[in-house]
């Protein structure tokens, strides 16, 4: 199990973008199980949508994406390095996600080749499936310490 502290040590992500806060299980370079705890607090839900209050689809795929870079981010050999999401295969989003969901999101590695893999995720709420999808990523080499992403960087995969 991992915590938000450890969790920090790991992603670059920061508040308002970071968006796991526990690792409940992990199977070293298999898989990866975070929970994201969704309160009425998360600053999107000041506009998404004031009347009724639903997690913004491209944030449940950001959640994903950062419990699937864990996998990867774990172990120590890339554990400085930067996550990026290459790209998106066979998403489907089954229902709303609300304030009061936990969010609990499962990533299975299906394949990897050096630093670039491919995830199959899937996230549920109260066991029932919102989301899924299956995510490719690239990992590349830091130059800083500590692990930084400034505003408007515009480095993609």
Request: net charge negative; proline share 6%.
């Amino acid at each position: 199990m991992l915590d938000i502290e450890a969790i920090r040590q790991l992603l670059p992500h920061r508040y308002p973008m970071l968006l796991v806060d526990k690792i409940i299980e992990w199977q070293p370079g298999e898989r990866v199980v975070g929970l994201k705890n969704v309160t009425i607090n998360e600053s999107f839900f000041n506009g998404h949508f004031p009347e009724k209050a639903v997690m913004p689809g491209v944030l449940i795929l950001e959640s994903m994406a950062q419990v699937a870079c864990l996998i990867m981010l774990l172990a120590p050999e890339h554990r400085h390095k930067l996550p990026y999401l290459g790209g998106i295969d066979r998403c489907r989003l089954r229902r709303p996600v609300v304030p009061g969901d936990t969010l609990i999101i499962e990533a299975t590695l299906l394949r990897v080749h050096g630093d670039a893999g491919k995830v199959q995720m899937i996230a549920r709420v109260d066991g029932q499936e919102v989301a899924s999808c299956e995510m490719l990523f690239k990992l590349v080499e830091n130059k800083s310490t500590p692990v930084t992403v400034e505003a408007g960087d515009n480095n993609s995969v």
